[in-house]
């Protein structure tokens, strides 16, 4: 496969979904979509989508994973990669390290790896009874769905996921977040909680608008309605400045998990979400990132069936 990336506008991560804002129309043409297919070692693996609207997505390589999971995690396999395009002309992309076959509650960490050129990717699987002997996070029994942000405050790379433990010290799936050191090979510190909801909470995707507000969208799983939260807030890091919005994001009845949102060349937002009990994503639009409206859904087969 050969490299036609530099035109590239939009990185957008099916599974633990984050999408970079599109910049500049006359220099970027096309959205890159990474994404996984299903619950089987074959089909947890990175894939690439190619779209020219956002909307409308080709598998790249024939379907075929880019990234072979064996290569990169401990586990052999891997889900919810989220991809990013960094301040400093890298790629920086996280996935979960796990083989669902092994059961849900069986991952122990996740991988980090950068990229040059979004075909030859440095990787270094982090793995959390290990790393955090002595602490909390020798008890994971899950680490889902890394994702990646810069945090300008701070001049770093945060990655944030959710935890869960099987010694009392995380009950529920709760939101943790650390940052990476300089060439993302490690967290450089033990994670400390990002928010805490009072329930499960997964699934955290963050965007930044023109106004320098963030928007945090997360899938909650203790409330009587499970769906698409967000809190909007001014400081990652400062929780007495969070404001949780009304009501839920998604523009369905269906259940639904793994939120990505993105910006259009035109400035539409689109938030895209796995309807995973009907098998399809579906894709919303946006103009002030409060209100969605589902504008299509994905097939539910061919090559391009993108899983959460």
Not at 47 to 73: F, K, R
Not at 174 to 199: C, H, R
Not at 284 to 302: A, H, I, P
Request: aromatic content about 14%; overall charge neutral; some cysteine.
């Amino acid at each position: 496969m050969k490299n036609n990336f530099k035109r590239i506008a939009c990185i957008v991560a099916l599974g633990a979904f984050a999408i970079v804002p599109a910049l500049a129309k006359d220099k970027y043409v096309a959205y890159l979509f990474t994404y996984f297919t299903g619950n089987a070692p074959e089909k947890e693996q990175i894939c690439y989508a190619l779209s020219s609207d956002g909307w409308n997505y080709t598998p790249l390589n024939q379907g075929h994973p880019v990234i072979a999971s064996d290569t990169i995690a401990r586990t052999r396999c891997v889900r919810d990669p989220h991809i990013l395009r960094g301040e400093d002309g890298w790629f920086y992309q996280v996935v979960t390290d796990m083989r669902s076959s092994m059961g849900w509650s069986s991952n122990r960490g996740m991988v980090l790896m950068r990229s040059r050129d979004l075909l030859k990717w440095e990787h270094h699987a982090i793995h959390f009874p290990e790393r955090f002997k002595g602490t909390m996070f020798e008890h994971v029994t899950r680490v889902w769905a890394p994702q990646t942000i810069y945090d300008k405050a701070v001049g770093k790379y945060m990655v944030y996921f959710s935890i869960l433990t099987d010694d009392g010290s995380c009950p529920y799936d709760k939101v943790f977040y650390a940052y990476a050191n300089a060439d993302f090979s490690d967290l450089e510190e033990e994670p400390k909680v990002l928010f805490d909801v009072n329930n499960a909470s997964i699934d955290t995707d963050i965007v930044r608008d023109d106004n320098g507000l963030y928007h945090v969208f997360f899938k909650t799983e203790g409330q009587r309605q499970k769906g698409i939260k967000q809190f909007i807030t001014p400081d990652l890091h400062d929780m007495s400045k969070w404001e949780l919005q009304p009501g839920f994001c998604q523009d369905t009845n269906k259940a639904v998990e793994g939120s990505g949102v993105f910006r259009l060349f035109d400035g539409t937002w689109v938030l895209m979400y796995d309807c995973y009990t009907s098998y399809h994503y579906q894709f919303c639009k946006s103009s002030d990132l409060k209100t969605f409206k589902q504008v299509q859904d994905t097939q539910t087969s061919g090559m391009f069936t993108p899983r959460h």
